[in-house]
C-alpha cells in the first residue's frame, strides 16, 4: 500500500510559501530561507513520502531495543573498551536511527549522534500542501515538527540537568568547524533561535575559537555551559579541538553528543554487536529485544584482513563502511566497489561490511518517466522516544541533499485499517485509480 503511494500520488507537495513563512517565524527575521538557499537548492523534496503502520511500529521497537541493550554493562564494557572517554551521565541529544522500510517492517541502516537537518525537516513537516481530501483522510503525520521544537529544547535542558542538577543553564554553544561554511549553517540559526526564545544565551562558535581557562570553556572571554557539539571529528582528536576535549575530561563543560555518546551508540562497530544474536546473549539481552533485533538489524561483520579474501568473494551482498563515518563519506556499495578501493577497505581496519538492505523508491514527480529516487526513514529521537520521523530521497549510492527533485521530505503514515483498500475502485482523476498515473 505505501509502495503504490510512493510510486503514484503526488496529491500532497511541499507549500513553499508556508515554508518561508515557517522559517522566518523561527528565525525571526524576514526572507531569511531564500538567501539561505543559495547554494541549497535541493535541501527540500517537493513531494513527501509513505509509510504505514508496521513500518512505524519496527522503528519504535529496534530504538527501544537498541537503548535496553546498549545501557547492559556488558554491552557498554565491550563497546567502550577501545573509548574511555569520562560519563556525564547525559542521554545524547538529537540522536538519528535511519532504516530502510520493508512492506511489513524496516531494516536499521545505521545510529547517528549528529542529527543534521532535523529543525529543517520539522518546518517542512507543516508546511505541506494536500489537494486530495480522499488521500488526506487516510494518513497521519506520527510526529508534530510543531512541537518538536519545544521538545528538543527540553532534551537539552535534560541534558543539563542530567549532569549538573538544579543549576540554571545559562549560556549554550552551537559549535562546529567554520559553521558558517557548513551545509547545514541555516539549521544552527534555527536552534540559536530557539535557545534565545527560551530565555538562554546562545552563540554559533567555531571550534577554534574557544580556549580552556581558569577551569572553564571558553568563547569570546565568556564561560560556557553546554555546547551543543556538531563536529565531525567524533573524538575531538583534531588539534583544533583540544580546548573542547580539555574541558569534557575536566567535566568543566557539558558536551551533548559528546565523544563517549558516539563511541557508545553511532560507532558503526555497535551494528556488528546489535546484529550479533550469540553476543547479545552472552551479555544477558532480553529475549524479547533479541528478537527485535535480529528481526530488523542487517547483520554485519568487522573487515579484517584474515576475512578480506572471503568477504571479497561475497562483497556483492555488503554495503561497507567505516566505523566512524559520517554523511555516508567512506560508504561503499559492494557490488560496486573496486580492487583498489578494497585493498585500502582492509589496509585501514576501520570497516565493516553490513548485509545490503536495499533502500524504498519514490516516483519524483508525476508520471512514469520521472525518475525513481530512493530514500530511507529517519527518526530523530531523545533515549527511545522519537521527536520527529522525516526521509531523504536521493539519487546515487547515498543519501546527499544535493539530488534534483530529492532533499528532505516528510513522511506520511496510512492509517490503521486504511491497509486492505482497493483502489481499482478510487474515484477517476484521484491517481489511484486504473486509467490514472497521478494523484
Known amino acids: 500500500m505505501p509502495e503504490l503511494l510512493n510510486e503514484t500520488c503526488h496529491c500532497i507537495s511541499l507549500d513553499e510559501e508556508a515554508l518561508v513563512r515557517h522559517f522566518d517565524a523561527a528565525l525571526v527575521r524576514e526572507g531569511g530561507l531564500p538567501r539561505l538557499l543559495v547554494g541549497r537548492e535541493h535541501l527540500f523534496a517537493p513531494y513527501p513520502v509513505f509509510a504505514n503502520q508496521a513500518q512505524w511500529d519496527a522503528m519504535q521497537a529496534v530504538i527501544g531495543a537498541a537503548h535496553e541493550v546498549m ?107 567554520q559553521p558558517e561554511q557548513q551545509f547545514l549553517y541555516p539549521e544552527f540559526l534555527l536552534f540559536r533561535e530557539l535557545f534565545r526564545r527560551h530565555g538562554v544565551t546562545c552563540e554559533i562558535a567555531d571550534a577554534s575559537r ?36 580539555d574541558a569534557y575530561h ?3 563543560v557539558v558536551l551533548t553528543p559528546s565523544p563517549r555518546h558516539h563511541a557508545l551508540y553511532a560507532d558503526k562497530r555497535q551494528l556488528v554487536r546489535l546484529s550479533d544474536d550469540a553476543f547479545l546473549a552472552r551479555i544477558g539481552a532480553s529475549p524479547a529485544a533479541r528478537r527485535v533485533l535480529a528481526a530488523h538489524v542487517p547483520r554485519a561483520r568487522a573487515v579484517t584482513a584474515a576475512d578480506a579474501q572471503e568477504i571479497w568473494a561475497a562483497r556483492k551482498r555488503y554495503f561497507f563502511k567505516p566505523f566512524a563515518g559520517y554523511a555516508s563519506r567512506g560508504a561503499y556499495r559492494g557490488d560496486r566497489i573496486t580492487k ?27 508520471g512514469e518517466d520521472a525518475a525513481a529516487l530512493k530514500f530511507d526513514l529517519r527518526c530523530v529521537s531523545y533515549g527511545s522516544e522519537i521527536r520527529l520521523l522525516s526521509a531523504r530521497l536521493y539519487q546515487g549510492q547515498t543519501t546527499n541533499l544535493r539530488t534534483v527533485s530529492g532533499g528532505l521530505a516528510s513522511v506520511f503514515l496510512l492509517k490503521k485499517g486504511t491497509e486492505g483498500l482497493n483502489f481499482d475502485q478510487w474515484p477517476a482523476g484521484s491517481g489511484l485509480s486504473p486509467n490514472q498515473t497521478t494523484a
Open 210 to 245: 574557544l580556549e580552556f581557562a581558569g577551569g572553564a570553556l571558553r568563547h569570546a572571554g565568556e564561560a560556557v555551559d553546554l555546547v551543543y557539539n556538531r563536529c565531525t571529528d567524533f573524538s575531538l582528536q583534531d588539534a583544533a579541538h583540544a580546548p573542547l576535549r
Open 71 to 177: 545501557a547492559l554493562p556488558a554491552f557498554q564494557a565491550e563497546a567502550l573498551a577501545v573509548s574511555p572517554w569520562p560519563e556525564q551521565h547525559t542521554l545524547s541529544a538529537m540522536m538519528a536511527f535511519d532504516f530502510h522500510p520493508e512492506p511489513a517492517g524496516a531494516k536499521l541502516i545505521e545510529i547517528n549522534t549528529n542529527a543534521g537537518g532535523a529543525y529543517l525537516a520539522a518546518l517542512l513537516a507543516e508546511s505541506q500542501r494536500n489537494c486530495c481530501e480522499q488521500i488526506g483522510g487516510l494518513l497521519a503525520m506520527p510526529t508534530s515538527g510543531r512541537d518538536a521544537p519545544a521538545r528538543w529544547f527540553a532534551d537539552f535542558r535534560h541534558e543539563w540537568q542530567l549532569a549538573r542538577g538544579a543549576r540554571p543553564l545559562g549560556r549554550v554553544l552551537i559549535v562546529d568547524d
Open 340 to 366: 583498489r578501493v578494497w585493498e585500502e577497505i582492509v589496509a585501514s581496519g576501520n570497516y565493516i561490511a553490513q548485509d545490503f538492505a536495499p533502500p524504498a523508491t519514490r516516483r519524483a514527480a508525476p
Open 250 to 252: 575536566a567535566d568543566a
